[in-house]
Each structure stands twice: as C-alpha cells, then as structure tokens.
C-alpha cells in the first residue's frame, strides 16, 4: 500500500507523481519494507537516546540501517527514473518536494547547480559536517539525491538498463559476493572521511601557528 499525502497531491503534476509512485514501487520490489520497518522499529524504540553504553550495539545497527535506508532512496530514484525515461523529471520531483511549492515556480538548473556544489564542493570540514548532519536521517539531500541521478545516468549504467542489459531475478550473485563487495565500499569510504579529518586538522593547525606568529609579533 502506497500512501500519498494532500500536499504532494496538490504541489506535484502527473508526471511528478507518476515519478513518486515508481520510486515507491522500486522499495516494493526491491524488498525494502522489511529493513525499513526493522528500523522503524528501532527509531521509535529510542536506540539513540540510551545510555552511551548501554545502547552502543543497537546503536551501531541503527546507524547502518540508516545509512542503508538513505542506498535504499537512491536505489528507488533509479527505478523511478527508469520508469519515467527522464533524469530531469526525477529531479525536478525531488525539488518540487523538498521545496513544497510547484516545480513550475522554481529554477531547475539553479536546484542543479546547487545539486553539484554540495556534493563536490567545499573542503575537509565541509565533508565532514554534511556526513555528520546525514548520519541520523533516513533520507538524504535532496540536492545530493538528484547529483547522484545524474552521476549515475552519465556513468552509462542508466543506458545500459533501458538497452536491456541488466540482471534478471534469480541472476543475482551469491550473498556472500555482495555483502564483500558492501565491506569494500564502506572501507573505502571509512578512508575518505579519516583522510577528510587528518587535512582538515592539518589545516586548522596551519591556520592556529600563523595567528599564534602574527600575535606575538
């Protein structure tokens, strides 16, 4: 059952809601309702208000569960896109309702801008303070969604889809395969953000022993 609310239905046109109803059917057919719903019920059990230690284990698995849940968004903005055959569609989708005004009266190419600043711009810090700002929601920027759509569309997988080329169900590779290649991906980022630190304080030091020099002359 997909639910809909009056706002969406008064803010978005057809094809706009035609983009929401194939982003919710790609979390159906992607079985994401079981993990959603587990963390749902972790959420309101209040994981993230324990005690420290206390909730230390259960906060670590609500804490992936979001960082999956925030995948499982991408994962269903492809498949809207998929459904619709237009990336802008599913952007200007995404801006209407992170906005809650009509697409028509906002600036797409503004949105999309803003879309690449985010998510490339900026330094260490900047990188730090938006994972750290994205940790606890479920869903994430809207602007950092719509680069991701794009991002993808250009690297050839969204053609490559449409062309006909693509897993079929029951072609998936062996659990084991994809829970590896999900440990890579989460190292490889682990890498990046402790890199981010390490420049960052590096930067901050600079900028310390320089005012601390400019003081005592």
Not at 13 to 29: P, R, Y
Not at 37 to 62: D, H, K, W, Y
Not at 84 to 102: C, K, N, Q, V, Y
């Amino acid at each position: 059952m997909v639910i809909v609310s009056s706002g969406a239905m008064q803010t978005l046109d057809d094809d706009e809601l035609e983009m929401v109803l194939a982003h919710e059917a790609g979390h159906i057919l992607s079985e994401h309702v079981m993990y959603q719903t587990t963390l749902a019920i972790l959420l309101q059990v209040g994981t993230l208000s324990l005690p420290f230690l206390a909730g230390l284990p259960l906060r670590g698995i609500t804490y992936a569960l979001l960082e999956w849940y925030r995948a499982a968004e991408l994962s269903s903005d492809r498949c809207a896109t998929i459904v619709t055959r237009d990336p802008l569609l599913t952007s200007r989708t995404l801006m209407a309702l992170s906005a809650g005004l009509p697409s028509s009266r906002l600036n797409l190419d503004a949105f999309l801008r803003q879309a690449q600043e985010y998510r490339e711009g900026g330094d260490g810090f900047d990188r730090i303070r938006k994972l750290m700002t994205e940790l606890g929601r479920t869903h994430g920027p809207p602007v950092k969604r719509a680069h991701e759509v794009y991002t993808w569309v250009q690297s050839g997988d969204y053609d490559r889809i449409i062309g006909g080329e693509y897993l079929r169900r029951g072609e998936e590779p062996p659990a084991r395969e994809e829970a590896a290649a999900a440990t890579e991906h989460y190292v490889e980022r682990f890498r990046g953000l402790m890199a981010d630190a390490a420049d960052t304080a590096q930067s901050t030091g600079e900028k310390l022993a320089d005012w601390l020099r400019r003081d005592a002359g």
